[in-house]
């Protein structure tokens, strides 16, 4: 190792431990009503802050019965390991209430719900346990079953499901001995979300890009258009998101193609990493750096 390199690392190590030592970066939820993707300004948006023992994101919204119910990754800093909670937000996304709905002996997060025959499901990242797992709901929004495993075996990410043409597709960043769970979309297909046989499409990757291969939240319609919301992991973990247009998806092509991006601005605001929308409320994460002594 050359020694400017050497010193270069070390200084860099040296201020993150510093840094670390008087700011904390948190990740927190964000709501805004009537944002579009394409229209975004962090102007627009609400911060709902966690205390400092823990931090929220990946949020997943439901509106139901006036209430907006937002699933996030809740990270305990004293246990290192997230579960799934709930947030539940009025029409104008204040906070009224929060409570655990779902843990595990394993990491949590990405907790992705979708509805299926009349019932509500969800799908949580559940990689650290080597499976992609489906919890159905027994009484909304607190009590989940385990109700299948899709896959086994395998270390899957922010798998985001996609009811298309009468089939469904599941996108996942997949990672491979030695790789990153960064840079490479893996796309499956299946006639049933519940079932575990799953095709993988014959082009994976789909996307091998660190720009924009992970999931960053629900696949939607738009103006006639198949929106894909990834993470732009370029620059940081979860630094911004991108909204790609599919082009082709089939069991034998796929395509998509960047439409525009939402990058975190030049303030205390450093990353946000997922997108969803419910109502005319749209919810976000982002990371904020603040001071841990309070001045």
Excluded at 90 to 100: C, M, W
Excluded at 270 to 284: E, Y
Aim: charged residues 25%; hydrophobic residues 35%; glycine residues 4%.
């Amino acid at each position: 190792m050359k020694p400017r390199s050497f010193f270069a690392r070390l200084f860099h190590r040296l201020d993150k431990t510093i840094s670390s030592f008087f700011f904390l970066d948190q990740w927190v939820i964000l709501t805004a009503q009537s944002a579009e993707y394409d229209s975004l300004q962090w102007s627009m948006f609400h911060s709902i802050v966690p205390g400092k023992d823990r931090y929220w994101a990946d949020p997943f919204i439901v509106y139901k019965d006036n209430d907006h119910y937002t699933f996030i990754e809740e990270k305990i800093y004293a246990t290192g390991r997230g579960r799934i909670a709930c947030l539940t937000l009025d029409e104008e996304g204040n906070l009224k209430s929060h409570q655990v709905v779902l843990e595990r002996p394993y990491h949590l997060s990405y907790p992705f719900i979708f509805e299926h025959r009349g019932e509500t499901y969800m799908l949580p990242e559940t990689a650290q346990n080597r499976t992609i797992e489906v919890y159905r709901c027994v009484r909304f929004p607190d009590q989940w079953e385990l109700a299948t495993t899709l896959m086994a075996d395998i270390y899957a990410v922010d798998a985001t499901l996609l009811e298309h043409e009468n089939k469904w597709w599941l996108f996942a960043n997949v990672k491979e001995e030695g790789g990153s769970s960064l840079d490479a979309l893996y796309l499956f297909f299946s006639d049933d979300p519940l079932s575990n046989h799953w095709t993988p499409h014959p082009n994976n990757p789909i996307v091998q890009d660190i720009h924009s291969a992970r999931p960053a939240g629900h696949i939607f319609m738009q103006n006639g258009k198949l929106l894909r919301p990834s993470q732009d992991n370029s620059r940081r973990y979860g630094y911004a998101i991108r909204f790609n247009r599919i082009v082709k998806l089939s069991e034998t092509e796929y395509e998509e193609t960047t439409e525009s991006s939402f990058e975190p601005p030049h303030t205390k605001i450093l990353a946000t990493h997922t997108f969803n929308q419910a109502d005319d409320l749209t919810v976000i994460d982002a990371v904020i750096r603040s001071c841990r002594f309070g001045i």
